[in-house]
């Protein structure tokens, strides 16, 4: 059983900055793809991030590009989530997710694992 707990999220001004966290236990952290998805009110839940098990590849949506960087610590087992310059469209849950081995990241049916998500919310 894999557990993942997300934090950092809150209220923040656009401009603003946070740095998301996701603490993983239960399967060897080093040898998981982990991803970063968002779900906003009324909207379906999308791919945000995703990185490889040894952090060598990184993947961002097109709309968070130059804005979010992804990196993992695995001697920690927590992947994190760094958003600059946030904008209102932004806002929404942010849920982290772990997939067993090198995976496709931007699949969400490779993920076996999710955490709980985190709020982000981005005001004008």
């Known amino acids: 059983q894999v557990q993942l707990v997300e934090s950092g999220g809150g209220l923040m001004q656009a401009g603003g900055s946070l740095r998301l966290s996701c603490a993983a236990s239960?399967?060897?952290?080093?040898?998981?793809?982990m991803g970063w998805f968002r779900q906003a009110p009324g909207k379906d839940r999308e791919f945000v991030s995703g990185?490889?098990?040894?952090?060598?590849?990184?993947y961002y949506t097109d709309s968070v590009k130059g804005r979010f960087t992804i990196s993992r610590d695995n001697a920690k087992s927590t992947v994190y989530l760094q958003m600059d310059s946030l904008k209102p469209e932004d806002t929404a849950v942010y849920y982290c997710?772990?997939?067993?081995?090198?995976?496709?990241?931007?699949?969400?049916?490779?993920?076996?694992?999710w955490g709980q998500g985190t709020q982000v919310t981005v005001s004008s």
């Open positions: 997710a772990s997939a067993p081995g090198l995976a496709d990241v931007f699949r969400t049916e490779n993920y076996d694992y």
């Open positions: 239960g399967r060897t952290f080093s040898s998981s793809t």
């Open positions: 990185i490889s098990p040894s952090g060598g590849s990184t």
